[in-house]
């Protein structure tokens, strides 16, 4: 591997300079963060918040060439007929260190919810045939991986027969791992299904079961209790006529034999093989859905690239703000990754993406679904000495007293994973302050921070910016300067009826008129307000747009939907309105809505501050009162409407806004109207 690649991958997450984005829409905010999980393995997210809304892509890169990856299935261990959430899978399998390193889990096959529980597709483990393809050919595909990891992606028949090698005969079966309805068919359970055999009782009291050990029968039990199904073979179980169809063509000491798609079409090689929904791509083209699932939804899928690379993919979907993709987006999305081939795992709510057991996709309902099978993606390395780290962050940009998640990954020589303890671990900061609990960095100052990680003679570091919060202003005073200009805020001055109003009204457009040279109005439905004003003023209701006052940018946006991005063209607008020359930027906010995307209001924070490192920057919006914070130098200013201004003292709440301006010199008061 390129070693300059590796020092660039173990300082931490890194932009990427594009994305793939399958909207036209405006995009607002996008990324890309890649981090190695182990040598050949990589995880990347791929983030962009459009005014279409958000998509959100995981993606786990497997260089199959790598010999000390595998590809392993996991299931319920107390038995699949029984539906296990991918995390207790992957924990479950942990416990046993020969089983290697889970490096990433995606859910896998649909299923039946039925209970028992069954994969409606293929199962093979270790090359143990667990469960048969779906009985619909051509409906369902599968994955399959042959034990040099060579992989395919095709139809697979459900044909399954056994032959007795003895008596030269050969029996269908129905299924193996699914149960058969009333036992009517002849099917196969093994002890990855159930550990004990259902056996006889009244209602099923001629139930035939065959046991078999090493491809060889040891029972014939015919109307009896339950028994072990061996670890290394299987029962077949049949009742009525197929009971009796068991019981008089075999004998006990019979040689068998499976016979099944997966031996006649790969030449008895297949090592892993999971059942899945539509092939979407087919040497580098879309393939024609064969198992529809309509509209833009949470989905999940597998891709192999012209490189042999293995591609596991999920994308958010049926939550507020978040687009998902339908079947043909998948598609291309996957065919603009690289891939060759690829198909559709289960998607909806069993959408689920493990990575170093944190699950790094967005569930619907914040729950993971309970499912029957997963596929994962294993180091099986040898561990040796400690040679380098890499650490990451979940965000870095925030405020003063927030917590920050530090996630730390160490390698041997080989880049192989090594499991170190985060207690461990060595944490500072420099360039602000801060305390750690264990891998939670709070910081206790505002500015631009380097968080480092130590462990032996190797450090990473993480740039982190910090925002302090204030509501104590020093532009805010009694009494404003004569230099300069003042403008006016006023929130919605309410449409009244009482004679109080009324002179309370035509007061504050005396004071207005007195000491300011210009009106903003925020928001008014009261028309009559600013008749016959005689200072220039701009009422600020409806879409977003923006004035220029003697060399002061004053910008209108509106969130009364709940968000900027869905007004056509706004976050564009308001970034380009950043970029003005000039010193002193008027952000107002016309609706009392805030910003309910919490992706977007960071955002929205974020530019600010980046654009303030230049400009004095003040947000001004609707509130419930008269307040102010200060977030370094971006401040933000709340100013409530008519309706909400006086509620206990008549002369003291009567107020409006009232900013003077001399050049970069910026001051601003409360100005009351009625003293």
């Known amino acids: ?128 045939i667990l469960s048969t393809p779906h009985y619909q050919i051509n409906k369902y595909s599968t994955f399959l991986a042959d034990k040099n990891k060579n992989v395919f992606f095709n139809y697979i028949k459900p044909d399954v027969s056994i032959t007795d090698l003895t008596k030269n005969t050969q029996i269908p079966i129905a299924a193996i791992n699914k149960p058969s309805k009333y036992y009517a068919n002849i099917v196969m359970y093994t002890s990855e299904y159930y550990k004990n055999s259902p056996g006889a009782n009244d209602t099923y009291y001629d139930l035939c079961e065959v046991v078999v050990v090493d491809d060889v029968i040891t029972d014939i ?150 499912i029957v099978d997963s596929l994962a993606i294993k180091s099986m390395a040898q561990k040796d000495e400690f040679s380098s780290i890499q650490a990451f962050i979940d965000n870095d940009f925030g405020y003063v007293n927030d917590k920050f998640k530090l996630t730390v990954n160490t390698f041997d020589s080989d880049l192989d994973p090594l499991n170190i303890p985060i207690e461990n671990m060595n944490f500072s900061v420099s360039g602000i302050e801060g305390t750690f609990n264990k891998n939670i960095f709070t910081p206790t100052s505002a500015g631009e921070g380097i968080i480092h990680v130590e462990y032996g003679n190797k450090d990473a570091s993480i740039p982190v910016s910090i925002v302090g919060k204030s509501n104590t202003d020093p532009n805010l005073v009694d009494e404003l300067g004569d230099k300069g200009i003042n403008i006016a805020f006023l929130s919605d001055m309410n449409k009244t009826n009482t004679l109080l109003d009324n002179l309370i009204h035509a007061q504050y457009k005396e004071d ?98 980046e654009a303030s490192k230049n400009k004095n920057i003040y947000v001004i919006y609707r509130g419930n009162d008269f307040n102010q914070t200060v977030e370094n130098n971006v401040r933000f200013i709340s100013i409530p409407d008519y309706k909400d201004v006086y509620k206990d003292n008549l002369l003291n709440d009567c107020r409006y806004l009232l900013i003077n301006i001399d050049g970069t010199d910026i001051k601003y008061t409360y100005k009351k109207v009625l003293l």
Not at 76 to 92: A, I, L, R, Y
Not at 267 to 286: H, M, P, R, T, Y
Request: charge should be negative; aromatic fraction near 10%; glycine fraction near 8%.
């Open 512 to 609: 207005i008129e007195k000491n300011a040279d210009n009106l903003f109005l925020l928001s008014n439905s009261n028309t009559g307000f600013d008749q016959n004003l005689n200072k220039p003023h701009y009422n600020f209701n409806g879409s977003y747009s923006s004035q220029v006052v003697d060399n002061n940018l004053i910008v209108n946006l509106n969130s009364s939907n709940g968000g900027f991005f869905k007004s056509a063209g706004q976050w564009d607008f308001f970034r380009n309105s950043l970029n003005t020359t000039l010193d002193n930027v008027f952000i107002v906010l016309n609706s009392k809505e805030s910003l309910k995307v919490k992706d977007e209001a960071s955002e929205f924070k974020r530019s600010l501050h």
């Open 221 to 370: 039990r015919y109307g009896q209790p339950p028994v072990a199904i061996p670890d290394n073979g299987y029962v077949l179980l049949a009742a009525g006529n197929n009971g009796l169809t068991l019981r008089d063509s075999f004998t006990v000491g019979d040689q068998l034999q499976l016979n099944s798609a997966f031996s006649l079409d790969y030449q008895n090689n297949i090592d892993l093989a999971v059942g899945g929904g539509s092939l979407i791509l087919k040497d580098g083209e879309l393939y024609p859905p064969t198992q529809k699932v309509s509209g833009k939804s949470q989905r999940s899928a597998i891709g192999v690239t012209y490189d042999n690379k293995l591609i596991l993919f999920t994308t958010d979907g049926r939550l507020p703000n978040v687009i998902g993709m339908k079947e043909e987006d998948v598609a291309n999305y996957m065919k603009s990754l690289g891939c060759k081939d690829a198909m559709l795992f289960d998607g909806g709510g069993s959408t689920e993406l493990i990575v170093n057991d944190k699950i790094v996709n967005n569930l619907v309902g914040g729950a993971e679904r309970r």
């Open 1 to 128: 591997m390129n070693k300059k690649l590796i020092g660039f991958m173990l300082a931490g997450f890194f932009m990427l300079s594009s994305s793939t984005n399958i909207f036209a829409s405006s995009i607002i905010r996008e990324s890309q963060k890649e981090m190695m999980l182990a040598n050949g393995v990589t995880y990347k997210n791929v983030y962009t918040f459009t005014e279409s809304g958000i998509q959100n892509v995981n993606l786990v890169y497997v260089d199959l060439d790598n010999p000390d990856i595998k590809l392993d299935l996991l299931f319920n261990k107390e038995g699949f007929h029984t539906t296990q959430k991918v995390s207790d899978m992957v924990k479950n399998d942990s416990l046993d260190p020969n089983n290697g390193d889970i490096l990433a889990a995606i859910n896998a096959d649909f299923f039946s919810m039925s209970k028992p529980a069954f994969s409606l597709g293929p199962m093979v483990k270790d090359g143990k």
